[in-house]
């Protein structure tokens, strides 16, 4: 710690002091200056994760300046250094400069995101699981001759392979743990607890596969960004590809040019979901060029060992090919040479809890810094990217064509306002599915709704299932031993639904509207020797489901797949000819200057997965609003001409991405308190306007927002446009309970 500097000038000749700045993992606003002892100064570096006292407690934090001088005169001494692999490396550190700087916020919450919370810690658990194995009666035959035979079972079934899991074991002979208990206990089995392989890649079997010919607009597009590998600049390029017009295949051939050059290449994806399907990929062309502990996956899925594994290879330079979700744009790459944003337009990029920063854009960030090309890959681009080529600032590459079929699938729309539907469906859809299914053919219902029905409704009081900490109502959801439950999909509030209205007792509860599961159950019913099945966040919480039910899907055994945004974007279900959009206006309902560059962006990525293959594809979208140019743009497949009227509109009224916006958002569990708040930043932030000078920047709100209670808090909100935002927001201290969103992905 520090105590202020006395008037007493130090001689000429002494030496000039060495001092670190420290930030620790704690919310205190400022670093702290510690001498580096003399036998550190050498090592002490930015970055460095070092020892040092803090109110007299020991604590470790992460020295982000090296100086010769501060406002203290005594400082504590640096005690020690942690190990090499606690560092922050030095291009992440000037990454979290900027991100302090840009998303204004301090540098002590920055630290949070640039490091896996396991790294920064220097704390692991090894995952442990029981193993059972063959104990030492197990071979006495007088011991086997008085087994019953379910006991007998279990050795003849664990004989074959020495020992395994015990949850595996389990599912496999359908016996209880007690006789599992009773057997170890009577020497006829042993249990022990050992710990588990983290290699995400254990049992992945996958064939080797060679790079392919490419089209001549592949090769077209291919061209200049291997160019700017060689020249080793930070060109950003764009590649705006029609849904299955090989966009993977560029990106394997430009990583293996980098990887033939000794760089690393990092995958950007924006969903878990995504990443198997990739890692397929990338295992199957660059297992023989780089090892299998040459990949390395980066997510908020694995393991905190598992993320602890790939962090250290990618650290020393193992990994050289990186593939992950927005958490893996802070990989602490060695020997950068590309980075791949596949998907670039999802707003699953951006960050919603905490600080929210874009992945995209500090990709863009991060190669400009270590001048190594980025390549943002997209069959819908964001409408901020398309401008940005529009004007010079990035390179657009066109792939106007599919790879391996010359026709985009056929779009029908079905105006639903006058069409009597069978729970949600128009005839021809079941027809068309119906037909699909006789030829042996895969069908993909999309439904932008989980749950079984989104509201549940009382006719004689007009009651409506309202969560209790939300402004939102509750979705019904059918669970598997739990029965029917209410779910809030904002704050995961949990209630059981009544067999009568909680306010007259009307017990006639009406169910309204569909989720994915009642149209599961429904397509079960019409289709009964159809194989119908689900993917959504419900379907796929547990580990490795996704990528299970996917692997179904690619063999054939699914014939109807029901699902949400989950298999809407960057999946190629080569034997999906057929896709019916259930209900396409969801989104545009929303009061959200983004909503109808989703449902666009969202309607050309589910068509685009019908007809990858040779078999000829068609979509079918049901919808009460045929004549929105959002609709009539994707059933056109016209990205561009849906484009050019969208940003004529953000132009007009000065939206991103022609003026940049912040949005601050204020919560309080009092609904007065929370508005007061937000009037008087409004009156703070105009008189800091007017005394800056900051012309061009103006103040909208305050305002509620569409949810306006969420978690039990009133939320109000501002709005601030204008070109210096930094300038006016960038040393504002805000009380606790605002939240600022630079660039933000949604107003509601």
């Known amino acids: 710690m520090s105590t202020p500097t006395s008037n007493n000038s130090a001689a000429n000749d002494a030496p000039v002091p060495q001092i670190a700045e420290v930030i620790f993992n704690m919310s205190l606003d400022h670093g702290f200056d510690y001498a580096i002892p003399d036998h550190l100064v050498a090592t002490v570096q930015p970055g460095c994760r070092v020892k040092v006292k803090l109110k007299h407690a020991m604590r470790t934090g992460y020295v982000i300046s090296i100086k010769h001088h501060s406002r203290f005169s005594e400082l504590q001494p640096i005690l020690g250094l942690e190990n090499a692999r606690q560092q922050i490396p030095g291009a992440l ?251 670039e337009h999802d707003a699953s990029y951006k960050q919603q809890e905490g600080l929210r920063y874009s992945a995209r854009d500090l990709a863009i960030w991060r190669a400009h810094q270590l001048s190594i090309p980025v390549v943002l890959g997209s069959a819908t681009p964001s409408l901020e990217s398309w401008h940005h080529a529009n004007v010079g600032r990035y390179l657009k590459l066109s792939l106007t064509k599919r790879a391996k079929t010359t026709y985009m699938p056929a779009i029908k729309l079905v105006d639903t306002k006058q069409l009597k539907l069978e729970q949600g469906f128009a005839p021809v859809v079941l027809q068309s599915i119906r037909e699909r299914f006789e030829r042996g053919e895969q069908s993909l219902v999309f439904l932008n709704r989980r749950g079984y029905a989104p509201v549940i409704h009382c006719a004689s009081c007009s009651w409506m299932s309202q969560c209790p900490r939300c402004s939102v109502y509750t979705v019904m959801h059918r669970m598997p031993g739990h029965g029917n439950v209410l779910q809030c999909h904002h704050c995961g509030y949990y209630g059981r639904v009544s067999v009568k209205c909680p306010d007259c007792g009307n017990q006639d509860l009406e169910m309204l509207g569909r989720g994915t599961q009642r149209v599961e159950e429904f397509l079960r019913d019409v289709f009964p020797d159809a194989c119908v099945e689900r993917i959504d966040a419900d379907s796929t919480r547990l580990k490795g489901s996704a990528r299970q039910l996917f692997d179904r899907v690619h063999s054939g055994e699914i014939d109807i797949l029901v699902g949400t945004q989950m298999v809407a974007k960057g999946l190629d279900l080569p034997r999906v000819t057929l896709v019916g959009v259930v209900l396409a206006d969801i989104s545009l309902h929303l009061p959200d200057l983004y909503a109808g560059e989703r449902t666009f962006q969202l309607l050309t990525q589910v068509a685009g997965r019908a007809g990858r293959s040779v078999l000829p594809g068609r979509v079918i979208i049901q919808t009460y609003q045929p004549e929105h140019p959002s609709i009539q743009a994707a059933m056109r497949h016209d990205y561009e001409g849906f484009a050019e009227a ?44 007017a005394l800056l000078g900051l012309y061009g920047t103006n103040v909208i709100g305050p305002t509620p927002p569409y949810f306006q209670r969420e978690r039990g808090k009133w939320r109000w909100q501002v709005m601030v446009r204008g070109q210096h935002l930094t300038a006016l927001l960038s040393d504002l201290r805000l009380p606790l309970g605002w939240r600022v969103d630079i660039d933000p992905v949604t107003l509601l």
Request: charged share 20%; aromatic share 6%; net charge neutral.
């Open 93 to 343: 550190l000037r990454l979290g400069d900027w991100i302090s700087n840009y998303y204004c916020c301090p540098r002590e919450h920055v630290l949070r995101i640039l490091m896996p919370a396991v790294v920064r810690h220097g704390k692991m658990t090894h995952k442990r699981m029981l193993f059972i194995s063959l104990g030492l009666l197990s071979t006495d035959p007088d011991a086997l001759a008085k087994l019953s035979a379910k006991r007998l079972s279990v050795i003849q079934h664990l004989r074959p392979h020495g020992s395994m899991q015990l949850q595996e074991l389990l599912a496999q002979t359908g016996v209880s743990g007690h006789l599992i208990n009773a057997m170890c206990q009577d020497k006829l089995l042993l249990k022990e607890s050992q710990v588990v392989n983290r290699d995400p890649f254990l049992n992945d079997l996958v064939q080797p596969d060679q790079p392919r010919q490419l089209t001549a607009q592949q090769q077209q597009a291919l061209t200049p960004i291997v160019e700017s590998l060689d020249r080793q600049d930070s060109q950003v390029f764009l590649l705006h590809g029609v849904t299955a017009s090989g966009k993977t295949e560029v990106y394997l051939h430009l990583a293996l040019d980098a990887l033939t050059k000794g760089k690393q290449v990092l995958f950007l994806v924006p969903e878990i979901n995504l990443a198997p399907q990739f890692e397929q990929a990338l295992l199957a062309r660059f297992q023989q060029v780089v090892g299998l502990d040459g990949i390395a996956v980066l997510h908020s899925g694995l393991a905190d060992g598992e993320r602890l594994k790939a962090w250290v290879a990618i650290q020393r330079g193992q990994a050289r090919v990186v593939l992950g979700t927005r958490m893996a744009i802070f990989a602490p790459l060695l020997e950068s040479g590309l980075i791949i944003v596949d998907e």
């Open 646 to 689: 969208e940003l004529g509109f953000r132009r007009e009224m000065g939206y991103p991405p022609y003026r940049p916006l912040a949005r601050l958002e204020y919560a309080d569990a009092d609904a007065t308190r929370a508005q007061e708040e937000a009037s008087r930043l409004v009156d703070m932030l105009n008189t800091r306007i």
